[in-house]
């Protein structure tokens, strides 16, 4: 089946991503191409022998050549999520006017190219199986049925379908993107860690306040944030439907707000802009809502706050973390992502990813897609995880301002931070997860996967 937008949030994030090009020609950057995972299709419009020649081709990516591209438009209809790639942009720009004329509504050119993708990290493959695979062929079929949970060979034939897995540096990852939660809602093939960055963030500070006996305040844990921000870039939080309609619901109620400009309940883009940049009187009673535990839709986050004494955080240390979060995302700070997840939990396995290697910062990682055919599955990255808590380590034994590390702190730190990582993953799964069929990935290179069943949660 092929998707179509349905997302009002993915339409917003399209649209963000072509006013930010500037351009005339729509063209979406190397980033966001590669965290859609199956959201969207790429298609590579080069000649043949370039896509095995040395520059490769995207991973998954299909073939249309140039002299065909009104086949996109023919087979795909109007509504399909479109990239297309050429060497360096150019001639993939042009084909993308061309299906913007015959009315196609989501196509736009991988900004710079196979040049931009590969500069920024990300691995190509020289395969020749992209020519055997068309633009309407199915990424899934059913090996049994699929309504429990997933099977050993449903998870095979997922992690060696190269349009669900990208791999990229493990450097380009800490530069550029981020740790989103083992949700199985969010489509984006990226690292997943329970809580996302936010989980692994406010897992940092507890296991600092442990170590070195010393209470973080506000002001700590907002200065610690802006330089997370200025260390590590991007930085993801994410809620979804449920709680965003309680939210939406709990503010159009505040007699303290009636006498402002509300959005209709159901208009979704009106309630996100409101909650992106809402005038400063409002500020106070948006942010009681905003740390009400209902109105939480990251399930880890929830019970870091509802469970301290499972998480081994302190509950006004999570209270200042979003108060932080939501007060800097209103000063205009960029780098902070909010994402909501549509749809309930419908997760019918837990996958962890591991690369049978020992990490460097050069390492290859795979960014393996939640989604697998109609189910979704847990994804976590537990190696690349504590690989990112040792840089942690090294960041806050860098900021004496505001935390003093000593040099008999930094091994009890690591210690602490993964011993807490792993409590908190399994209250998390025995929640959210319970009774579900745990699988482990084991890449070795970029074309060898082995599936190993590691019982049940």
Not at 95 to 115: D, K, N
Not at 287 to 313: F, I, N, Q, S
Request: aromatic share 8%.
């Amino acid at each position: 089946m092929v998707p179509h937008v349905n997302s009002v949030l993915f339409q917003m994030k399209w649209k963000a991503e072509l006013r930010a090009s500037g351009a005339m020609t729509p063209r979406v950057p190397v980033r966001f191409v590669a965290e859609q995972g199956r959201a969207l299709r790429v298609i590579d419009i080069r000649e043949k022998e370039e896509l095995t020649g040395l520059m490769g081709h995207i991973p998954g990516s299909l073939w249309v050549p140039l002299e065909r591209i009104a086949e996109v438009y023919q087979q795909l209809g109007p509504d399909v999520p479109v990239v297309l790639v050429s060497h360096s942009g150019r001639r993939a720009g042009l084909a993308t006017q061309f299906l913007q004329a015959l009315g196609m509504r989501y196509v736009a050119a991988l900004s710079g190219g196979m040049l931009a993708w590969r500069n920024a990290g990300y691995s190509a493959t020289r395969h020749s199986h992209i020519f055997e695979r068309g633009l309407t062929t199915a990424t899934f079929v059913e090996e049994g049925p699929l309504d429990g949970p997933l099977t050993k060979a449903h998870i095979e034939q997922h992690v060696g379908d190269p349009s669900q897995v990208r791999w990229a540096r493990l450097s380009a990852l800490l530069m550029s993107g981020r740790r989103s939660c083992v949700d199985g809602r969010d489509e984006q093939g990226v690292i997943g860690t329970p809580g996302g960055d936010a989980g692994e963030f406010l897992l940092a500070l507890a296991s600092v306040e442990r170590i070195t006996g010393k209470t973080l305040d506000f002001r700590a844990v907002e200065e610690s944030l802006l330089q997370e921000l200025e260390v590590f870039g991007r930085f993801y939080m994410h809620t979804d439907t449920q709680a965003w309609e309680k939210l939406v619901a709990s503010i159009s109620s505040d007699p303290r707000l009636s006498n402002r400009p509300l959005p209709p309940l159901n208009d979704e883009a009106g309630w996100h802009a409101l909650l992106e940049h809402p005038a400063p009187e409002s500020r106070s009673a948006l942010m009681e809502h905003l740390l009400e535990p209902a109105h939480l839709g990251c399930g880890h986050l929830k019970l870091m706050l509802t469970k301290p004494g499972d998480y081994g955080v302190r509950p006004e240390l999570v209270r200042s973390f979003l108060r932080a979060y939501h007060d800097l995302r209103w000063q205009g700070m960029p780098d902070l992502e909010f994402v909501t997840l549509a749809g309930a939990h419908d997760e019918a396995a837990v996958l962890s990813v591991y690369v049978e290697q020992e990490l460097w910062d050069m390492s290859s990682i795979p960014l393996v897609s939640p989604s697998v055919g109609p189910k979704q599955v847990f994804v976590a990255h537990p190696q690349v995880a504590a690989k990112h808590r040792d840089h942690y380590v090294e960041f806050f034994r860098r900021l004496p301002h505001l935390v003093t590390l000593e040099p008999h702190h930094v091994e009890p730190l690591r210690t602490e931070m993964n011993a807490i990582a792993n409590i908190q993953l399994g209250h998390t799964l025995q929640h959210l997860a319970k009774g579900l069929p745990v699988f482990e990935a084991r890449f070795e290179g970029g074309d060898k996967v082995r599936v190993v069943e590691a019982g049940k949660v």
